[in-house]
């Protein structure tokens, strides 16, 4: 899984202040300058609440129980469709499975904004969402992904064909593929990040198979009849079978245990409006700026744009990346605007950090805003892109100069809209905040070492 080292992110000195058009963001009642105000009454002028951090938190914990919540929800969903699929294996059940993995995306990108600030959420997000992963390690895999590796001695372990496997030097019992034996002996064995074993990419890999497309057209092209016991491909069918579907009962375990840390009793929750309103407001502007950055533009964008490599890229089986990014982009506005749509189409508005900038500096506030409007565009156009037949993985490829410009366009928006939050922690005279960074942006040069 990809972290990136933190550092403190420097802004742009002399920074140029951008007018909020007000497009996208539910900000516009919010920011009614005070004299459109006074003119509703003659005598006396009313008193304009301000927002206090302690409602933000709550509000803030709102949207996040909401958010995973939804995450729960359609990861419900995605395991019933797994469960067809296991059952009746054919090109319509793993269409469907397929889609819903898709969909279940959707709600549980838009929580990474979440991360970083939470070490609640730090410490279990490694469970559902760890990348990039040696694929070798679970199942049957091309002859061009190569048979061993200097870094990684269960690279080709192939869970899937053998019923025991060695760890450390250690034969480890693997007869039975349940969820216990996913997360408590085959994630990261042997201390080893990319031995991902559980969570969205795991099961993304068994319900597309590798992509081995490279930069060109096309995904991964598992068959059905790769689960189907009476007619099976690529062997193991019943093992495959009883690995994906534990996983997927995982996966809706690992979120109910997330939603539970949201609830008006949750660890999570009561971390950040029990305690110092300054320090949850600096975690809320932590997760932001470093998702923003080191994470997403560095280390899921950036990375891969400068090695034109598609083994960088965050869906690489089922090339949903422009996806997965969008809705991290649209994770960040939500929280920064405290406004979120939930998947049953119910909206959820309250007190923002918008907000407590614009009372701080309503210049930073509205540039900040945009900022973060610019960035939803400029993925919007990407997915655009995407969705009109070129994936993410071929518009990073070299020599593809509009493909390349459009993702750069996406990460110098985040960049940007990092910058802004630099300014908005400034203006509300907090401590100064270490973002997640990468060196693929601080240190190109380091890259290619």
């Known amino acids: 899984m990809h972290s990136g080292s933190a550092r403190l992110f420097q802004p742009a000195p002399n920074p140029m202040f951008i007018k909020h058009s007000g497009a996208k963001m539910s900000l516009k009642s919010r920011f009614l300058p005070v004299a459109a105000c006074l003119s509703v009454v003659a005598n006396p002028a009313p008193v304009l609440a301000q927002t206090s951090p302690a409602t933000v ?33 054919s090109d319509e059940t793993l269409n469907a499975a397929r889609e819903a993995w898709k969909a279940a995306r959707v709600p549980y990108q838009q929580t990474e904004a979440f991360r970083f600030g939470n070490p609640i959420v730090d410490d279990w997000e490694g469970k559902v969402n760890a990348w990039p992963l040696d694929e070798g390690l679970i199942d049957y895999v091309d002859a061009s992904y190569g048979s061993e590796s200097d870094d990684n001695s269960l690279y080709t372990a192939n869970v899937i064909a053998n019923k025991e496997i060695e760890i450390d030097g250690r034969k480890v019992d693997a007869s039975n593929i349940t969820a216990d034996f996913l997360s408590g002996t085959l994630q ?59 996983a997927s009962d995982l996966l809706v375990t690992d979120l109910e245990e997330m939603v539970a840390n949201w609830t008006a009793d949750g660890a999570a929750r009561k971390a950040i409006v029990d305690g110092d309103a300054k320090a949850g407001i600096s975690a809320i502007l932590t997760g932001l700026g470093s998702l923003s950055y080191g994470e997403l533009a560095g280390e899921r964008m950036k990375l891969g744009l400068l090695l ?32 979120y ?63 390349n410009a459009t993702v750069q366009a996406a990460i110098d928006a985040l960049v940007s809209q990092t910058k802004s939050i630099e300014r908005a922690v400034a203006a509300m005279k907090l401590d100064a905040i270490q973002f997640e960074g990468s060196d693929s942006l601080d240190n190109p040069g380091a890259v290619f070492q």
């Not at 709550?58 to 296991?86: C, E, M, N, Q, V």
């Not at 701080?360 to 997915?383: F, G, N």
């Open 188 to 246: 990261e064995a042997g201390g080893i990040e990319s031995n991902v074993a559980t969570g969205y990419h795991a099961i993304e890999f068994l319900l597309w198979g590798q992509d081995l497309n490279g930069t060109g057209p096309g995904a991964g092209k598992r068959p059905a009849t790769d689960f189907d016991t009476a007619n099976c491909t690529g062997g193991n069918c019943d093992r495959r079978a009883a690995y994906l579907a534990s």
């Open 341 to 403: 749509q939930r998947v049953d189409g119910t909206r959820l508005e309250g007190p923002s950090v918008a907000d407590l900038v614009k009372e701080a500096d309503p210049a930073v506030a509205l540039e900040l805003a945009a900022r973060i409007d610019m960035t939803v565009d400029a993925m919007q156009v990407m997915a655009k892109r995407a969705e009109g037949g070129e994936a993410y993985d071929q518009m990073i490829g070299e020599g593809n100069a509009d493909g």
């Open 308 to 339: 034109h490599d598609p083994e960088e890229e965050h869906d690489c089986f089922s090339d949903n990346t422009h996806n997965s990014h969008l809705n991290d982009a649209i994770g960040i506005r939500n929280v920064y605007s405290g406004a």
């Open 57 to 89: 938190l709550t509000h803030y914990s709102d949207i996040a129980a909401a958010t995973y919540g939804d995450a729960l929800t359609t990861a419900k969903t995605l395991d019933a469709a797994i469960d067809a699929l296991i059952a009746k294996p």
